[in-house]
């Protein structure tokens, strides 16, 4: 069975499981133990993936004097993306301010948000300081900046420039496919994965009870995701490939890895899934997944972003009683979208991280009212994970068509 039909059907499980067991008491904790425990072990194998495609992929890529032009595609589409969907979640506020919801976390003690993202940014901060390369790899959890900075230059390194070097390159080409085929698997089961983070996270989202006394924030979120996922993303892959691919078959053929970036909220989680579809499903090459797909986890946030402009419009529309300002609405959508590009230095938190930053930046004091997103934050993070996941995919397809070795894979081939 095809994987979009199956992760699907892994999360309407998970939905119906947290409206079954919502009022037990114990559900959440057993559910959240699961989840955590699948989540964690999809970035064990997410890790050493990286570690030996990403190599892999720079020195294909180099070999073939093709890097500056796929780099060139990736951070276009990045910077594209960020800033479009930033811009569409600001407009769709615009058109229907709708204030923040008051929380169970409401009532915490001012600062606590600032300090867990101080938190995030100095442990983070402090695993960008070179001590040791191996040290840092395998330490590699949830910030993948320094596994990546050490696997670009040895990819950069193994280029197969002289014989001396070219079996070192064909025997990390050789671990690539290796870890490819791990990714297959993961990819193909993850939908166990995906039923327990979903179940625990509606479970969670049931039992907070705040968006069904607040539908119209509700509303808000789901229509921003879906103008992202259905209008802004796709026209914005039709106009980098001059509308000759199209954006929605590869929505539903990388279903698992944005089903699973929102159910888990980790874009992390979701890299190995989405570099395996990227090859099997959407055709494109190895080298070119390898190296896209972990380069938008770190800077192609524009999920991240979104989500953000409508959490901090109305945390402020909340606090201050009205509705703001366009001129105030467009400096925090750019706000948002600048910062989004460090907000991987606190995954599974970049709503948290990038609400806090541009508060600051922006000098607005909420008095601790943005304490109200944490009780949100699992959702939030869903919503723009999934997003990003998206992105991601389309945005490894521009990388390919760019450099003209993108293919199209028959229905019947996809997983």
């Not at 032009?69 to 969907?85: F, K, N």
């Not at 867990?116 to 940014?121: E, K």
């Not at 402020?316 to 703001?324: E, I, K, R």
Request: aromatic letters at 10%.
């Amino acid at each position: 069975m095809k994987t979009w039909i199956t992760y699907i059907a892994a999360i309407l499980m998970g939905l119906a499981t947290a409206l079954l067991f919502g009022d037990a008491v114990y559900a959440s904790g057993i559910l959240s133990a699961v989840s955590s425990f699948l989540v964690s072990l999809g970035i064990f194998i997410t890790i050493p993936i990286i570690a030996f495609t990403l190599p892999s992929g720079i020195a294909s890529l180099g070999k073939n004097r093709k890097g500056t032009r796929c780099l060139a595609a990736v951070i276009l589409w990045a910077i594209a993306a960020v800033a479009a969907l930033a811009a569409a979640a600001a407009i769709v506020y615009a058109i229907k301010p709708v204030q923040f919801p008051v929380t169970s976390t409401a009532g915490s003690t001012p600062g606590t948000l600032s300090n867990h993202v101080s938190y995030m940014l100095s442990a983070s901060g402090s695993s960008l300081y070179p001590m040791n390369a191996f040290w840092s790899i395998a330490t590699a959890t949830y910030f993948i900046l320094p596994l990546m900075i050490i696997s670009w230059i040895l990819g950069l390194a193994i280029r197969p420039s002289a014989d001396v070097i070219r079996p070192a390159y064909t025997v990390m080409n050789s671990f690539a496919e290796v870890m490819y085929r791990i990714s297959r698997t993961y990819t193909i089961y993850g939908f166990f994965l995906s039923y327990a983070a979903s179940a625990s996270l509606f479970i969670d989202v049931y039992q907070e009870k705040t968006l069904f006394a607040a539908p119209e924030y509700a509303k808000l979120m789901v229509i921003v995701f879906a103008v992202s996922i259905l209008l802004v993303l796709p026209l914005l892959f039709g106009l980098f490939t001059h509308f000759k691919k199209n954006p929605y078959r590869i929505l539903y053929r990388s279903a698992a890895a944005i089903i699973t970036a929102f159910s888990t909220g980790s874009i992390i989680a979701s890299i190995s899934m989405n570099e395996s579809i990227a090859r099997q499903n959407n055709g494109v090459q190895k080298r070119i997944a390898s190296v896209a797909v972990p380069f938008f986890a770190i800077a192609g946030r524009g999920g991240a972003a979104a989500i953000a402009v409508i959490s901090i419009l109305p945390l402020f529309q909340a606090t201050a009683g009205n509705v703001p300002e366009a001129a105030v609405v467009a400096i925090t959508a750019g706000a948002a979208a600048l910062i989004s590009f460090a907000s991987s230095a606190a995954a599974g938190t970049e709503i948290a991280l990038i609400t806090v930053l541009a508060l600051r930046i922006l000098n607005i004091n909420l008095y601790g009212a943005e304490n109200a997103l944490i009780a949100l934050l699992p959702l939030l993070g869903g919503f723009a994970a999934a997003i990003d996941a998206y992105s991601a995919a389309l945005g490894s397809a521009v990388a390919a068509s760019f450099i003209d070795t993108d293919t199209e894979i028959p229905y019947s081939d996809i997983i």
